[in-house]
């Protein structure tokens, strides 16, 4: 499969530029200002940026954050120039959302450039607005021959590796977003709410790491508001801000936006935490989410408030999200020889059998927070992901995957491929049932990338219960390298139109193809 970069025409480059520039003309908030200033005088400033979410082929979500109570106001239209422009008029945004505010997109046309803005109006007084802030994005193609590409990867401010003003900030974004995607796919972590952000690291070079620091980064998030304030952090970052701006995305959330390892009923010996109970901690964290990402299931008007989704990116694409945090049975060694709970839940399970039985896309990508057959282990005894180690029959979470697996192979769901982030390394791992003890399933390919702004760590070792191959890692022989030390990592999917083929990508930062792997239509295993 032949690829060529999609670089934006010369009109979008021109918006892009306009959009850049808007956003640098309004300077952010003080670094260590918990709230927006509430001042009578002046007029309301977006200097967070924007984003869009959950885009398919006729619907969107576009975020914006006001420094004051504000009217959200939003305009579509096919050019720059905004002739003929659509008005979308969002919500009131105040400080019961942290001056956030979601506005949804229906009836755009499928497989076009879409150019919006936001604007903010005083609630008192309409005529009072302030600049606009503009944005761009591609809705999902009606048409296969179309093709889509889109990156992957998480793990976002992570071990202290903060927003390092000396290399630019998180200058990987910039270099995803010249890549022009369809659409970034966020795997978690994209927050540490459990990870302080200290003014300077000394690395073990001698050199010095630097960190753009505020208030709620100085302790582990605990309240609403550090919650919030961890979601903001990141947004400091220019590179991120035009990401955003020119970049839809797909999120989901793993274990850092609450705390390091977390499961449902867990209760605290930390004593860094004077709040022991994890379900109040995530339900603060479940709210400030909800309200710094653009997310269909959280925004829904049915009220559904919950991350696992399907996102339909046209007849090429389902990408299901999966939310493997929050309905998981307490971290164990995983021993259990029943286990109807497992990583998932057993609702979520049936949802998900039901939905990849039902999509007719080519291409079914699973969005897994955590992998499968990587040891991912929490304390001395217990273990975090979905292997214990064992390598005989399934058992624990093992054997919910299990079940998943064999339905797959038997209702004959073609191109299933997994993609994940979690670990702090890259790597592609194939399944097969001949190497297998579980031998109920097809083939499949998980693919692994990351960190995006975070520490890397050595690679986990493998186990052989689902017969894992690793064609391919990168990983340090250390714990913790900082991205000073060594480029970050993100992935790229690339979906040929005419052929049907899947290709992947594991990308370093700094533009380098790390492993590439071409995937054919239509097979119930590869």
């Known amino acids: 499969m032949s690829y060529a970069p999609r670089f934006p025409s010369p009109a979008r480059r021109s918006v892009l530029r306009g959009s850049l520039a808007a956003s640098a003309a309004l300077a952010l908030p003080a670094v260590g200002a918990a709230a927006p200033a509430f001042a009578l005088s002046g007029r309301p400033r977006a200097a967070w940026g924007v984003q869009v979410g959950d885009v398919t082929s006729s619907s969107a979500l576009v975020w914006v954050r006001s420094d004051r109570p504000a009217r959200m106001i939003v305009e579509t239209a096919a050019t720059e120039s905004f002739r003929r422009a659509r008005t979308w008029h969002g919500p009131l945004v105040g400080a019961g959302t942290d001056f956030t505010g979601t506005t949804p997109l229906y009836g755009l046309p499928p497989g076009e ?23 761009t994005f591609r809705t999902a193609p009606a048409r296969r021959r179309d093709g889509v590409r889109f990156l992957w990867s998480g793990d976002i401010a992570g071990q202290g590796w903060g927003i390092n003003p000396d290399i630019g900030g998180y200058a990987v974004y910039d270099e995803m977003r010249r890549l022009d995607p369809d659409f970034f796919l966020c795997s978690g972590d994209n927050i540490y709410a459990d990870g302080v952000i200290e003014p300077s690291v000394t690395l073990p070079d001698g050199r010095v790491w630097r960190n753009v620091t505020t208030e709620e980064k100085a302790k582990v998030a605990e309240t609403l508001a550090e919650y919030r304030g961890n979601f903001r952090y990141n947004l400091l970052d220019h590179n991120l801000r035009e990401f955003n701006a020119q ?13 390091n390892n977390w499961y449902p009923g867990q209760i605290l010996d930390d004593a860094r935490y004077t709040e022991k109970n994890v379900d109040v901690l995530a339900a603060r964290s479940m709210r400030a989410f909800r309200e710094y990402f653009p997310v269909s299931t959280l925004h829904a008007a049915s009220g559904e408030g919950r991350m696992h989704r399907v996102v339909r990116h046209g007849p090429l694409l389902d990408v299901f999200v999966l939310d493997m945090r929050s309905f998981r049975n307490a971290n164990s060694p995983g021993r259990q020889p029943d286990d109807t709970t497992g990583i ?17 896309a080519v291409w079914k990508v699973i969005a897994a927070d955590m992998p499968l057959g990587l040891v991912v282990t929490d304390g001395a005894t217990d273990f975090e992901a979905v292997a214990q180690g064992d390598p005989g029959a399934p058992l624990g979470r093992e054997l919910q995957i299990a079940e998943l697996l064999r339905y797959i192979k038997h209702r004959r769901i073609t191109g299933t491929v997994w993609l994940t982030a979690d670990v702090h390394y890259t790597s592609a791992q194939h399944y097969e049932p001949e190497r297998a003890v579980f031998k109920d399933f097809a083939p499949f390919w998980e693919f692994v990338s990351g960190p995006l702004a975070a520490g890397q760590f ?40 005419d052929s049907g083929e899947l290709a992947v990508r594991l990308r370093a930062q700094g533009g380098s193809v790390l492993f590439s792997k071409v995937l054919q239509p239509g097979r119930v295993g590869q």
């Open 458 to 497: 050595q690679a986990n070792a493998l186990d052989a219960t689902f017969g894992p191959d690793r064609v391919f890692v990168r990983a340090p022989d250390r714990a913790n390298v900082s991205p000073m030390e060594s480029p970050q990592y993100f992935g790229e999917v690339d979906i040929d139109g």
């Open 344 to 360: 998932l839940g057993a609702e979520q399970l049936r949802w998900l059998k039901h939905e990849l039985s039902r999509s007719r």
């Open 113 to 135: 450039q879409v150019h919006y803005r936001v604007t903010l109006a005083d609630p008192h007084d309409p005529r009072r607005t302030g600049e606009p802030v503009i944005g």
């Open 247 to 259: 970049v839809p995305s797909i999120v989901q959330w793993d274990d850092h936006e609450v705390r």
